[in-house]
C-alpha cells in the first residue's frame, strides 16, 4: 500500500467513527424525548403511584 492508500483508508475509518458518534448522539437525545413524554404522560393521568414501579431507564 502506498501513502496514498493508507491516508485514504484512515481518513475513511475516522469518518465512519465520527457518523457513529453522532447516530449515537441522536439516539440518546431521542431517547431522552421519550423517556421525557412517558414521564410527562403519567404525571398527567394524576394517579397516585402510577409508574412507580416502571423503570423508564434502559
Do not use: C, F, H, W
Request: aromatic content about 0%; glycine content about 6%; hydrophobic content about 50%.
Amino acid at each position: 500500500m502506498d501513502v496514498t492508500a493508507v491516508a485514504s483508508a484512515v481518513t475513511d475509518m475516522k469518518a465512519a467513527q465520527l457518523q457513529n458518534q453522532v447516530a449515537v448522539s441522536v439516539e440518546r437525545k431521542t431517547l431522552d424525548a421519550e423517556q421525557s413524554a412517558a414521564l410527562q404522560l403519567i404525571q398527567a393521568m394524576g394517579v397516585p403511584g402510577l409508574g412507580q414501579n416502571v423503570d423508564l431507564q434502559a
